[in-house]
T-cell receptor, first 115, second 112 residues
Framework: GAGVSQTPSNKVTEKGKYVELRCDPISGHTALYWYRQSLGQGPEFLIYFQGTGAADDSGLPNDRFFAVRPEGSVSTLKIQRTERGDSAVYLC?????????????FGPGTRLLVL | DAKTTQPTSMDCAEGRAANLPCNHSTISGNEYVYWYRQIHSQGPQYIIHGLKNNETNEMASLIITEDRKSSTLILPHATLRDTAVYYCIVRPVLTGANNLFFGTGTRLTVIP
């Protein structure tokens, strides 16, 4: 059954390194979202894809963050020159369509720790 | 998006109804009220949503006041597995505003 899956579940890296986080959405879902959750806070929006294109990337904190979804299914969030402040849980969600009435289904997240 | 206000934390006895309030006094006519919850170390889980009318599903009931400025999520018979952070979110009906704004939510602890 296939819910949203994310890999890896945990990632430890050193400051300055590059990381990639992967999201497999529910099959057939056209909309995909990335959120970031810091300790004790609610998830914060990063970017939204409709199909292959980024329809809204207003939540990306700076140009070190980039995401792709080349075939309209799997998405990769890429973080360059990681900083300790990037440590957080990165959550992916998908929905059947892009409408605001669509329910978003979340994956378990990737816990990123930057040392 | 309209801002929501929720209590930071609440306790509920196992088997009793849990009533989680949410204020959204600046909500506009074209905004849904959504509830999600997040159990420790898991991703958020959709619970229920509504626009004007009260709603009920297998998980919970959502009561929205007539002026739509507040709502209450009701878990009719809370279990230990309902211990989680509950987020009340308002979200525009119009397309193009698709992300969820979570806030800090209410931490519900169900006590045996």
């Amino acid at each position: 059954g296939a819910g949203v899956s994310q890999t890896p579940s945990n990632k430890v890296t050193e400051k300055g390194k590059y990381v990639e986080l992967r999201c497999d959405p529910i099959s057939g879902h056209t909309a995909l979202y990335w959120y970031r959750q810091s300790l004790g806070q609610g998830p914060e929006f990063l970017i939204y894809f409709q199909g292959t294109g980024a329809a809204d990337d207003s939540g990306l904190p700076n140009d070190r963050f980039f995401a792709v979804r080349p075939e309209g299914s799997v998405s990769t969030l890429k973080i360059q020159r990681t900083e300790r402040g990037d440590s957080a849980v990165y959550l992916c969600a998908s929905s059947a369509g892009g409408g605001s009435g669509e329910t978003q289904y979340f994956g378990p997240g990737t816990r990123l720790l930057v040392l | 998006d309209a801002k929501t206000t929720q209590p930071t934390s609440m306790d509920c006895a196992e088997g009793r109804a849990a009533n989680l309030p949410c204020n959204h006094s600046t909500i506009s006519g074209n905004e849904y009220v959504y509830w999600y919850r997040q159990i420790h170390s898991q991703g958020p889980q959709y619970i229920i949503h509504g626009l004007k009318n009260n709603e009920t599903n297998e998980m919970a009931s959502l009561i929205i006041t007539e002026d739509r400025k507040s709502s209450t999520l009701i878990l009719p018979h809370a279990t230990l597995r309902d211990t989680a952070v509950y987020y009340c979110i308002v979200r525009p009906v119009l397309t193009g505003a698709n992300n969820l704004f979570f806030g800090t939510g209410t931490r519900l602890t169900v006590i045996p």
